[in-house]
């Protein structure tokens, strides 16, 4: 596992690609502090961070895919998804290495994000409590996210085609708690009842809040799990159809 974890770490620190990805980001996140600020009064230099996780979410969507396109859509198109699979690694070890690399990368952008909370802390005062919170929501949504788009990967080739079809299903999972609210849907509580229970936006919402639930918790874990094992189905299936 450690070998494919630290191939592909090296494939994203070793080139551009995780700088450009942490810069995107701390560019999203500038943008979500400075709009903050505006809105305070000019003597006042103290808020939480919470709103700003929260708001930086709908464009972080646009990230992930981008990290995760790659994971095995391009060991497909350069054919080295047969030698990967010929190795002494198994595919747990596969999959969760691959997994890890990308987690990485996502603790390094959120570390680069430190700056900010530190800087206001200096300058005014934070609340650490809703601190920690929106930092625990925001990895686990994040995490959910990349085991997410790692699966829609290694269902083509293209990359790029990856990175949409990624897109697609996180925004659905974004949005799904919105569209079970709707008056057609209300009209059918179970089936509302049975789209909101997949509602990830609702559960991060409450670690804006400075709370933190263990069915928050359990429901981001076992999201993470189904795709992870939804992986390791799809990457056995055609290891046996390669024979």
């Not at 625990?136 to 990967?153: D, E, K, R, T």
């Amino acid at each position: 596992m450690f070998s494919v974890y630290k191939k592909d770490l090296q494939s994203f620190f070793y080139t551009p690609f995780a700088y450009v990805v942490t810069a995107l980001f701390l560019f999203m996140f500038t943008y979500m502090f400075n709009s903050g600020l505006g809105t305070l009064d000019q003597a006042t230099f103290s808020f939480t961070f919470p709103d700003i996780f929260y708001n930086v979410i709908i464009f972080f969507i646009f990230l992930i895919p981008i990290l995760t396109m790659r994971t095995f859509a391009d060991e497909r198109k350069f054919g080295t998804e047969v030698l990967l699979m010929t190795s002494p690694v198994n595919d747990v070890q596969i999959i969760v290495g691959k997994y890890l690399a990308n987690i990485t990368v996502f603790i390094f952008m959120l570390a680069s994000a430190m700056f900010f909370p530190i800087f206001t802390a200096i300058k005014g005062e934070v609340v650490v409590s809703q601190l920690i919170c929106a930092y625990l929501g925001f990895f686990l949504w994040g995490a959910m996210y990349i085991a997410i788009g790692q699966l829609v990967s290694c269902f083509t080739e293209n990359s790029i085609i990856a990175a949409i079809l990624g897109e697609i299903v996180m925004f659905v999972f974004l949005f799904i708690d919105n569209f079970a609210m709707t008056d057609f849907i209300a009209q059918y509580p179970t089936l509302q009842a049975f789209l909101y229970a997949f509602a990830a936006q609702p559960r991060f919402a409450y670690f804006s809040q400075g709370f933190i639930r263990l069915s928050d918790i359990v429901f981001f874990l076992s999201a993470i799990i189904v795709c992870l094992v939804w992986n390791y189905i799809a990457i056995e299936k055609r290891r046996w159809n390669r024979g």
